[in-house]
């Protein structure tokens, strides 16, 4: 049977991960970070001495390691084999090789099945780039998060210090810029709009003011 699905895409730090938790928490859904699932196997290749670009090797690890969320106070987990490596797939050698490992269609078809599995058995919100045009085509509700790159750069900075990641403001703003670019010109399911998504421009707009633009659609 088909659980409610509300699917949440947008460009790095657009606000996509704060919004979609604060919704699935008030409605009681599981929330998805379909990013952090990408994250995972670019921190299981680091740890295991796999290139980026071996996609049969990355598939097997991520096989071989269960994938888990757990939601605690305030917030979301990121497991694998029931370990916390929740701060370990942010940190930037992680950020910066996953665009890489993201482009590889075998790594993408094994974690969209994971993904699909998840909304088969539960209502969630899942949230990521390709949710509304691939991994859940038919979801009940789609948006398109976006805001301006200066605005996400200062997000992901004030982010980062409050998790103890020394950070170079101007840096990120190039990093962020520069994943823009390739999550949306590589060919396996590009960051994309769905025809029936809906835009949402967080530019300005405080957290409050965005969950409820989303609740209004949502009813
Ligand atoms: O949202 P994030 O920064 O945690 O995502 C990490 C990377 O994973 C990002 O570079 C794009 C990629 N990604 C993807 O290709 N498809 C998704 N559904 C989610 C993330």
Do not use: C, W
């Not at 895409?9 to 991960?17: Q, V």
């Not at 969320?69 to 996953?98: A, H, K």
């Not at 909304?119 to 509304?132: N, S, Y």
């Not at 520069?178 to 949402?200: F, G, M, N, T």
Request: proline fraction near 2%; charged fraction near 30%; charge should be negative.
């Amino acid at each position: 049977m088909h659980k409610f699905q509300i699917a949440i895409d947008g460009p790095a730090s657009s606000g996509k991960s704060t919004i979609a938790k604060i919704i699935a928490r008030d409605l009681g859904y599981i929330y998805v970070d379909t990013g952090a699932m990408y994250r995972v196997v670019t921190f299981l290749a680091i740890k295991n001495g796999v290139a980026f670009g071996d996609a049969a090797a990355l598939v097997a690890l991520t096989r071989a390691n269960k994938i888990s969320f757990e939601n605690v106070e305030g917030g979301q987990l990121t497991l694998i084999n029931g370990v916390d490596v929740s701060d370990d797939i942010r940190q930037t050698d992680v950020t910066n090789n996953v665009s890489e490992v993201a482009a590889l269609k075998a790594v993408r078809e094994e974690l969209v099945r994971l993904q699909r599995e998840i909304a088969e058995t539960h209502p969630v919100v899942m949230d990521g780039r390709d949710i509304g045009t691939v991994v859940l085509p038919d979801a009940d509700v789609k948006i398109f998060m976006v805001a301006s790159v200066t605005e996400r750069a200062e997000r992901r900075y004030k982010e980062n210090i409050s998790r103890g990641i020394p950070t170079d403001l101007a840096v990120l703003e190039k990093e962020i810029a520069e994943r823009d670019y390739k999550d949306s010109h590589r060919a396996e399911s590009p960051l994309k709009q769905a025809d029936d998504a809906i835009l949402v421009d967080t530019t300005g707009m405080s957290i409050d003011d965005v969950v409820n633009r989303i609740k209004e659609l949502i009813k």
